[in-house]
């Protein structure tokens, strides 16, 4: 008897729950709805222009596709392009340089924004602090092409400001574009410089919520602006500082190709081509639609697996994760 009286009321207990749940679910509709209103023209767009688009490169990479015949009629060969690609010549120079690429990133280019937002943030001058927030911001919004071209310009072994200094010296000119070993540096400072300003916005946004109640605290206990900036303001700033480094882990094998495809040549191939790069030259130069797709789901797959392993150390050795 007792069973069966556990039986009715967990049977009646449901009910009850579930028109919880949706009573509250539309209620926050009904709260929110303005919200979710601003939200669906972004999922229309992910959904038409990236889920989509992603379902119809998946199915890609497993056929050798002839854009004559289409998907129907193509011939399905299984993982045979991503085989072509693993026992490419080609294959590891394009992951080691990848793959060196975003170590330089993260060891360079990440923390520059934030030690950048940190040195702003001393600064107690508001004009000074807008004027220089606002010219670094400048070169996002310049356009990979002309970047490309001032750093010819400036690198030019005849007319570069670069080689002008130099020869000053009484040095020999150096042609910095021909030399393999010089491309990744190259690269990376230009990185730094066109995104340094745009980057430290999240970080400027995050300085702002740290409550200043504690750095008067601080002061009253005699604590300097060091100690301040260590034990208050890099804490403050920790959750964003993570969250940013699982979104970068996540693309490790994914480089800004634009930039590279203007500035490298065959003579700095074996530095400067990488697993992008390859992409482009086999989907779009050669036509290998299917190889390119191969290509681009093995870099989505070990994206994939790198920001999920990454969330899991993050969410075990801290108190900020993703999901």
Not at 315 to 320: A, L
């Amino acid at each position: 008897m007792n069973i069966e009286n556990a039986a009715v009321d967990v049977a009646k207990s449901r009910p009850k729950v579930s028109g919880i749940s949706r009573k509250k679910l539309k209620k926050r509709l009904l709260n929110e709805y303005h919200l979710y209103l601003m939200f669906i023209p972004v999922l229309v767009y992910y959904a038409l222009f990236k889920y989509v688009p992603m379902l119809g490169a998946i199915v890609l990479s497993f056929l050798d596709y002839d854009i004559f015949k289409g998907f129907a009629n193509s011939h399905f060969v299984g993982v045979k392009h991503f085989v072509a690609f693993f026992e490419s010549v080609y294959f590891l120079r394009l992951l080691k340089n990848t793959l060196l690429l975003n170590l330089m990133n993260l060891l360079f280019v990440f923390p520059a924004p934030i030690v950048f937002a940190l040195l702003i943030n001393e600064v107690r001058s508001r004009v000074v602090k807008r004027t220089v927030q606002t010219v670094s911001y400048l070169p996002h919004f310049v356009s990979t092409v002309i970047v490309a071209s001032m750093a010819v310009t400036f690198l030019s072994p005849s007319v570069g400001m670069f080689n002008n200094m130099i020869a000053s010296f009484g040095m020999e000119r150096i042609h910095f574009l021909m030399k393999p070993e010089y491309f990744k540096w190259i690269y990376t400072s230009i990185d730094s410089w066109q995104t340094i300003g745009w980057s430290a916005i999240l970080y400027f946004a995050a300085l702002t919520g740290i409550n200043s109640e504690l750095y008067e605290a601080a002061m009253v206990d005699g604590a300097s602006r060091w100690k301040q900036t260590i034990h208050i303001t890099i804490p403050g700033i920790a959750s964003t500082i993570i969250i940013l480094l699982l979104l970068k882990i996540g693309h490790m094998l994914e480089v800004g190709y634009e930039l590279i495809l203007l500035l490298y040549n065959p003579t700095t191939y074996a530095t400067a081509d990488v697993i992008n790069t390859y992409v482009y030259r086999k989907g779009i130069i050669d036509s290998s639609y299917s190889f390119a797709s191969a290509i681009g789901l093995f870099q989505s797959i070990i994206g994939l697996i790198l920001i999920v392993s990454a969330n899991r150390l993050a969410r075990k050795y801290s108190e900020t994760s993703m999901w």
